[in-house]
């Protein structure tokens, strides 16, 4: 039997938190990336915007494309608060390309709903309305009818910007059949009782 104790010291720490400032205290470009997210939440937009801009050279040195594309979404986030829609958009496309080579189609989708938003913001109405419909048409192969729904609703609000009401119409009679078809009647109607007001109009 043996009778020599393990040393504390040998022990690893208990704590997942102080584990967790360890790991990062190794990887500065993640504790930049975690800094930047603190201050984008508290509205401080100039420091998050250094923050994340050193998370992603650190990222970049490392040849890390995921931690990359989370700066470049976050810088995009940070533009967009500052009403700098270039920069936003020049961001998010960095982001989307990388996402799109690694088939991470959760992300190009929440990076394609940023970046139609800001073609909208922009007058762009159709350049948002291609994004969009790239949206429809992956909610559409994956068969995900809610997120089909919400993406429609854009569309149909966009066409009743670019004066074109008998489109916007149709596009309601569309979500108004996808909600009568999950028997959500309420919600059918909705649409429906929207795009006769608009054919009337």
Same mark, same amino acid.
């Given at each position: 039997?043996?009778?020599?104790?393990?040393?504390?010291?040998?022990?690893?720490?208990?704590?997942?938190?102080?584990?967790?400032?360890?790991?990062?205290?190794?990887?500065?470009?993640?504790?930049?990336?975690?800094?930047?997210?603190? =201050? #984008?939440? $508290?509205?401080?937009?100039?420091?998050?915007? &250094?923050?994340? +801009?050193?998370? /992603?050279?650190?990222?970049?040195?490392?040849?890390?494309?995921?931690?990359?594309?989370?700066?470049?979404?976050?810088?995009?986030?940070?533009?967009?608060?500052?009403?700098?829609?270039?920069?936003?958009?020049?961001?998010?496309?960095?982001?989307?390309?990388?996402?799109?080579?690694?088939?991470?189609?959760?992300?190009?989708?929440?990076?394609?709903?940023?970046?139609?938003?800001?073609?909208?913001?922009?007058? =762009? #109405?159709? $350049?948002?309305?291609?994004?969009?419909?790239? &949206?429809?048409? +992956?909610?559409? /192969?994956?068969?995900?009818?809610?997120?089909?729904?919400?993406?429609?609703?854009?569309?149909?609000?966009?066409?009743?910007?670019?004066?074109?009401?008998?489109?916007?119409?149709?596009?309601?009679?569309?979500?108004?059949?996808?909600?009568?078809?999950?028997?959500?009647?309420?919600?059918?109607?909705?649409?429906?009782?929207?795009?006769?007001?608009?054919?009337?109009?």
């Amino acid at each position: 039997m043996s009778t020599s104790i393990q040393p504390l010291s040998s022990i690893g720490p208990a704590d997942p938190e102080k584990a967790r400032e360890e790991e990062l205290k190794k990887d500065p470009a993640k504790r930049d990336y975690l800094q930047g997210r603190e =201050e #984008l939440k $508290k509205g401080d937009y100039t420091m998050a915007a &250094m923050s994340f +801009h050193n998370a /992603l050279k650190g990222f970049e040195e490392k040849g890390d494309e995921q931690g990359v594309a989370n700066a470049s979404d976050r810088l995009g986030d940070v533009c967009l608060e500052k009403k700098d829609f270039t920069a936003a958009l020049e961001h998010y496309q960095r982001a989307y390309t990388i996402c799109e080579k690694e088939e991470d189609s959760f992300s190009t989708l929440a990076l394609n709903k940023k970046i139609a938003a800001i073609y909208r913001e922009q007058g =762009e #109405l159709n $350049k948002a309305m291609e994004v969009l419909f790239d &949206m429809v048409e +992956h909610y559409q /192969l994956t068969r995900n009818p809610k997120g089909m729904v919400e993406v429609m609703v854009v569309i149909a609000e966009l066409y009743r910007e670019k004066g074109e009401p008998l489109k916007a119409a149709d596009t309601y009679r569309t979500v108004s059949s996808i909600h009568k078809n999950f028997k959500h009647k309420r919600m059918s109607e909705e649409f429906a009782a929207l795009a006769d007001e608009l054919e009337q109009a």
